[in-house]
């Protein structure tokens, strides 16, 4: 957070030609400054201000860090996921059935901007949201739904003082979004009709104004059910080219340690191509999309390895290749 700050000084007050409408007002958008060691993190991390700048205005959104004493990035609970940049997130709940959860039950963060908002000026948004699926319980994250969105406010607002769901937003987004795998950009753009100093990320309409979706198709576990997203990279500015392709912190590019995983979809074979990764020990886990671990076979690398799948039923699994020279996860589909 201190480097990010830095940076904006300069850019401002050094570089004469600099605009401030070309930077992101959102500080730690990608989540990935804490306020104390991250082991503390996970459920209700938000909540509990581990995430520098970052706090919870309804309920506890969950902070997840791949060092969390408890569910750790890609293995949460929700689901098995990695973050977009980086390797940390923030996930909230966007609606819940009144068996796991009686009432209006939302969750929404809140982060500090790093400048207030200007009355009848424009504001571009975008963030990368990614849908959390687990048919284990107690995390049924069985459910899609739609208005996911952002709101601005002076307002203080916490789990004990939440803010009011009220069917308004400064910024809707109308699509049910169902991926599970990837993560989807949702952008778009406002007028501010005053001078705000937070933003508010989450859904903000009650359940009459909220369509869901059952990924599980199952009667029983829907009674159960909620729906649950995981969010990184957000961003917020007065320049639309800038909010456009913000696509988060830069990472360090990784080593590309499979060349082809083919067929994929398959039946019964899948074939890791290593290319010209050469020798050494490779570890190939095979997992289903909530994060069990399904098959784990250990063999020397060579310049194809085959996994039997054949056991498995047909869906989207998620396969992790470990070596000396670092990991690779890829999506495989079985008929």
Known sequence: MRNYLIAIFLMVFVNPYYSLSQINLIPNPSFEDTTVDCIYSGLGGVSNNKCLNWFSCRSSSDYWTPCSQSYAVPYTGAS????????????????????????????IPGVDLIQSTN???????SMFINQAFSSLQPAWCLLATNKIGVKLTNATYSPGVPVPINNIADFVDTLVHTDTLGWTKISG?????????????????????????????????????????FIDDVCLSTDSLYAATWTGIETAPQTQLIHKVFPNPAQDFLTIDFGSSGAGNCIMELYSLDGR????KEELMSVNSQLDIRQFPPGMYLLKINTNKGASVVKVLKE
Request: glycine share 8%.
């Open 80 to 107: 098995f996921q990695y973050a977009h940049t980086g390797d940390k997130m923030v996930g909230f709940v966007t609606y819940a059935t009144q068996n796991i959860m009686p009432g209006l039950f939302r969750e």
């Open 189 to 229: 753009s406002f007028i501010s009709n005053g001078s705000f100093n937070k933003l508010m990320i989450g859904n903000f309409f009650d359940d009459a104004h909220t369509d869901t979706m059952n990924l599980d198709n199952d009667s029983v576990t829907y009674q159960y059910a909620e729906a649950y997203y």
């Open 293 to 296: 671990l399904l098959l784990k």
């Open 119 to 125: 009355s009848g000026q424009r504001y571009y948004y």
